[in-house]
């Protein structure tokens, strides 16, 4: 399965991006998906996940209030809304997926061991 995560760019301290993430070769809609950064320098970690129905989601505790992770089954897609970033929000940002996960707990379990991972998308925030 081969995820694809879009959306990073550059955004002044405060401001708002959207990443989406979507897999063109096969449907994500029986799987949890997962949200993931990477630091240099540093391992990927965890960011927030979501139920394969949507109705279950879990966040890192640095990103809750700010972040919102939904999914669009219909269109294949789960997003990472980013509002109030900062400057350490700046990373590279990965979707994961495994398909032994429907549920969230699934994903943080796995860690980084998930079996399938999108290219990242680079989020850049200026202060």
């Known amino acids: 399965v081969q995820l694809q995560a879009s959306g990073g760019g550059l955004v002044q301290a405060g401001g708002s991006l959207a990443l989406s993430c979507t897999a063109p070769e096969r449907t994500l809609s029986s799987y949890a998906v997962g949200w993931y950064r990477q630091f240099p320098g540093r391992e990927r970690e965890f960011v927030a996940a979501i139920a394969w129905k949507g109705e279950s989601v879990y966040y890192e505790d640095s990103v809750k209030g700010r972040f919102t992770i939904s999914r669009e089954n219909t269109k294949n897609t789960v997003y990472l809304q980013m509002n109030s970033l900062k400057p350490e929000d700046a990373a590279v940002y990965y979707c994961?997926?495994?398909?032994?996960?429907?549920?969230?707990?699934?994903?943080?379990?796995?860690?980084?061991?998930?079996?399938?991972w999108g290219k990242g998308t680079l989020v850049t925030v200026s202060s």
């Open positions: 994961g997926a495994d398909l032994e996960c429907s549920g969230w707990y699934c994903l943080v379990l796995k860690k980084n061991a998930l079996r399938y």
